[in-house]
């Protein structure tokens, strides 16, 4: 073998794309990626394809650190390349969003009234007794149910047994006190609804009054009657409503939960 002939072994050794299976073999085309991991980090164009697609399969935010791990790459190198893949997706139909302390792929904010549309859905609405009581506990927290009460000058039972059934609210533990009460808090769901990648991101609590009431009126117009001329058609009434926090719902009256009740002294 010549010197020429040496060169290229040496240059097919260290190629950052792997080898194609044998003809015939059971293994799946996804073992590549671990094939890749096992050799020198893969060309920026070669990871950012990479985690695309570890992205779009993912139904949660994942870190940087999560996906530097399943590539094998280091963190640093992941968060350029994600910050790389965000700046090639403006005006596009896919954002990469940074919420709950992870990145996830979303339709863009633009499009929602022809996603909803499309998806026969109406969007997910708090009502004003459940955006009061989740502001309270998302500030507070964490915090007991009869503190939330005496916060709200009412009794929050109804409220806080819908928040814990849509995953916005969770049990973090409970007070050293007699009775031991349950503490509550917030959960990732919740930064995810509101676009928060942590707590830290959360607005005043007057800008907060603010959101909620832009945030109705931004609903308000987006469910209304429309045409082609670049608005979509107001999705209708009589399909169902997803797991989402209706509109209509203000569960104030409703009975507490014996299930959330605290133990006793």
């Not at 007057?206 to 117009?221: G, K």
């Not at 045409?227 to 797991?243: F, M």
């Amino acid at each position: 073998m010549d010197e020429r002939d040496d060169d290229e072994a040496e240059t097919n050794e260290v190629a950052p794309t792997p080898e194609p299976e044998e003809e015939g073999s059971d293994a799946p085309v996804i073992r590549s990626i671990a094939s890749t991991s096992r050799r020198e980090p893969a060309p920026r164009e070669r990871m950012k394809s990479i985690l695309e697609s570890l992205l779009f399969v993912s139904d949660r935010p994942v870190t940087a650190r999560e996906l530097g791990r399943a590539i094998k790459t280091e963190e640093k190198k992941v968060q350029e390349t994600l910050e790389q893949i965000r700046g090639e997706l403006e005006g596009r139909g896919l954002v990469l969003a940074e919420v709950a302390g992870g990145y996830q792929l979303r339709s863009s904010p633009d499009n929602a009234t022809w996603v909803q549309a499309y998806l026969q859905a109406r969007p997910v609405r708090l009502s004003r007794a459940a955006l009061e009581t989740l502001a309270i506990i998302a500030y507070r927290q964490p915090l007991t149910r009869p503190e939330v009460d005496d916060l709200r000058g009412v009794d929050c039972g109804g409220v806080m047994k819908l928040l814990l059934e849509r995953g916005l609210v969770r049990i973090l533990g409970k007070k050293d006190e007699p009775g031991r009460p349950l503490l509550y808090g917030t959960t990732a769901a919740f930064l995810e609804l509101f676009g928060l990648r942590s707590l830290r991101d959360l607005p005043t609590l007057r800008q907060f009054t603010e959101l909620t009431e832009e945030h109705r009126a931004l609903v308000d117009r987006e469910t209304g009657a429309a045409d082609l001329d670049g608005q979509a058609p107001e999705p209708r009434d009589t399909e169902p409503q997803p797991a989402g926090i209706g509109a209509e719902e203000d569960p104030d009256d409703a009975d507490y939960d014996p299930d959330l009740q605290e133990d006793e002294p």
